[in-house]
């Protein structure tokens, strides 16, 4: 068993308004049951281990790409909206922010009663993961969300955040049960957190020596500090730059999603009539479905698909999202009937793009790019926490 990693975000105190909660916990929905039919419950949970896929989900779901609230809000939605299900699709969501995560041992012991798992174990590894990041893990994160998804196999990923007043900044951190060996040694898939000067790690192989000394209770001291653990580090400013996205992939799904274009490849005639800039959502939700982990190396990049509540890097589309939702949502239907064309039609949107991006040569107009999303974003609905998109204001020439 291993813990599979952490991140650093920057702290935002905002909330996620209804309006885009419930789009978040449809989508999310959607995107969960087609990785379950597609991959299956072990897929899954390898997902959510990987906070570079967590991250691009978060963003694909019109959260801010690099805040600590991605965290609370996906899990928040993604939990209101699966656990129903959880009969159905075999896996069950545990915990959650501040007073919910008290509740994780009972919600996984009922969890665990109904599915012949074995309830103390499993209550043990959700208490020692947190004991973990807690404590022997000394980074200055106090954590404050916890969230155990588990399999009625009895697989499971963890997801919980700590936060830090000082640096004003907050640290996730990603276990997987069959990664993890040990949870002292090394448990770690990934913590994803910005380099702030040493830490302790009592998890890391360097630190047996000092483990060793502890239990002994000797009075000898490590001669340094252990090393910082793997990271992933997300920039401290709010708006999404070009640096932040792989301009060869992003400028790919754009071209590809000109309708004009969809009617060129066989595999896409099924998506003709859905207009660009829902081809566009879809192409991204179409990836956090059935791309691989070497596409989720640039986060940012997935809030193309539906901005950000923010407004950055443009106002949230609702007519969009909810286009893509039904979208998407009728296209599981449909397979679930037997016709799965639609279906293989969304996922041949990603792997077309793939293809595409092969020869495709980014022109550097990402600056316009934003400029004439946010433009354009009235004409879909676009609204942030701040209120609704409104046209741009076009100056009149004043005749003399």
């Given at each position: 068993?291993?813990?599979?990693?952490?991140?650093?975000?920057?702290?935002?105190?905002?909330?996620?308004?209804?309006?885009?909660?419930?789009?978040?916990?449809?989508?999310?929905?959607?995107?969960?049951?087609?990785?379950?039919?597609?991959?299956?419950?072990?897929?899954?949970?390898?997902?959510?281990?990987?906070?570079?896929?967590?991250?691009?989900?978060?963003?694909?779901?019109?959260?801010?790409?690099?805040?600590?609230?991605?965290?609370?809000?996906?899990?928040?939605?993604?939990?209101?909206?699966?656990?129903?299900?959880?009969?159905?699709?075999?896996?069950?969501?545990?915990?959650?922010?501040?007073?919910?995560?008290?509740?994780?041992?009972?919600?996984?012991?009922?969890?665990?009663?109904?599915?012949?798992?074995?309830?103390?174990?499993?209550?043990?590894?959700?208490?020692?993961?947190?004991?973990?990041?807690?404590?022997?893990?000394?980074?200055?994160?106090?954590?404050?969300?916890?969230?155990?998804?588990?399999?009625?196999?009895?697989?499971?990923?963890?997801?919980?955040?700590?936060?830090?007043?000082?640096?004003?900044?907050?640290?996730?951190?990603?276990?997987?049960?069959?990664?993890?060996?040990?949870?002292?040694?090394?448990?770690?898939?990934?913590?994803?957190?910005?380099?702030?000067?040493?830490?302790?790690?009592?998890?890391?192989?360097?630190?047996?020596?000092?483990?060793?000394?502890?239990?002994?209770?000797?009075?000898?001291?490590?001669?340094?500090?252990?090393?910082?653990?793997?990271?992933?580090?997300?920039?401290?400013?709010?708006?999404?730059?070009?640096?932040?996205?792989?301009?060869?992939?992003?400028?790919?799904?754009?071209?590809?999603?000109?309708?004009?274009?969809?009617?060129?490849?066989?595999?896409?005639?099924?998506?003709?009539?859905?207009?660009?800039?829902?081809?566009?959502?879809?192409?991204?939700?179409?990836?956090?479905?059935?791309?691989?982990?070497?596409?989720?190396?640039?986060?940012?990049?997935?809030?193309?698909?539906?901005?950000?509540?923010?407004?950055?890097?443009?106002?949230?589309?609702?007519?969009?999202?909810?286009e893509t939702i039904q979208t998407l949502q009728n296209a599981i239907h449909r397979s679930k009937l037997g016709n799965s064309d639609k279906l293989k039609a969304i996922q041949s949107l990603y792997q077309v793009a793939e293809r595409v991006e092969q020869d495709f040569v980014p022109n550097g107009n990402f600056e316009e790019l934003i400029e004439k999303e946010r433009a354009d974003s009235w004409k879909y609905e676009g609204r942030t926490v701040f209120g609704k998109a409104k046209p741009p204001i076009v100056k009149q020439l004043t005749l003399f």
């Amino acid at each position: 068993m291993k813990n599979t990693g952490t991140a650093d975000l920057p702290l935002h105190y905002g909330h996620v308004p209804l309006w885009l909660a419930e789009r978040m916990g449809k989508l999310g929905l959607a995107i969960v049951e087609e990785i379950l039919s597609n991959k299956g419950k072990n897929e899954l949970l390898t997902r959510f281990s990987d906070p570079f896929w967590f991250q691009s989900l978060g963003a694909v779901m019109g959260m801010d790409w690099h805040s600590s609230g991605i965290t609370t809000a996906v899990m928040g939605a993604l939990k209101r909206n699966i656990n129903p299900y959880a009969k159905e699709f075999g896996i069950f969501i545990c915990g959650g922010k501040g007073k919910q995560s008290t509740q994780t041992p009972i919600e996984l012991t009922r969890y665990a009663e109904l599915n012949s798992l074995d309830a103390a174990a499993l209550v043990k590894c959700s208490k020692l993961s947190a004991k973990v990041d807690n404590t022997a893990i000394q980074d200055g994160f106090q954590l404050y969300q916890h969230n155990f998804i588990i399999s009625n196999e009895g697989n499971w990923t963890v997801i919980q955040q700590g936060m830090s007043n000082v640096n004003a900044t907050a640290r996730r951190y990603h276990w997987h049960s069959p990664s993890l060996k040990s949870f002292t040694e090394e448990p770690h898939t990934f913590i994803y957190g910005q380099n702030r000067g040493q830490i302790l790690n009592l998890t890391a192989q360097e630190a047996q020596p000092l483990k060793t000394s502890i239990l002994s209770i000797t009075s000898a001291q490590p001669e340094q500090m252990i090393k910082e653990l793997k990271k992933l580090k997300m920039p401290a400013h709010h708006d999404v730059r070009a640096e932040n996205v792989d301009m060869k992939r992003l400028g790919a799904i754009l071209w590809l999603a000109q309708e004009q274009n969809v009617s060129n490849f066989e595999e896409l005639l099924l998506l003709e009539g859905l207009g660009p800039r829902t081809l566009q959502s879809l192409a991204l939700v179409s990836e956090v479905i059935y791309g691989s982990p070497a596409r989720f190396k640039d986060p940012a990049r997935f809030s193309f698909a539906h901005g950000g509540k923010d407004g950055h890097p443009f106002p949230v589309p609702l007519k969009v999202y909810d286009e893509t939702i039904q979208t998407l949502q009728n296209a599981i239907h449909r397979s679930k009937l037997g016709n799965s064309d639609k279906l293989k039609a969304i996922q041949s949107l990603y792997q077309v793009a793939e293809r595409v991006e092969q020869d495709f040569v980014p022109n550097g107009n990402f600056e316009e790019l934003i400029e004439k999303e946010r433009a354009d974003s009235w004409k879909y609905e676009g609204r942030t926490v701040f209120g609704k998109a409104k046209p741009p204001i076009v100056k009149q020439l004043t005749l003399f």
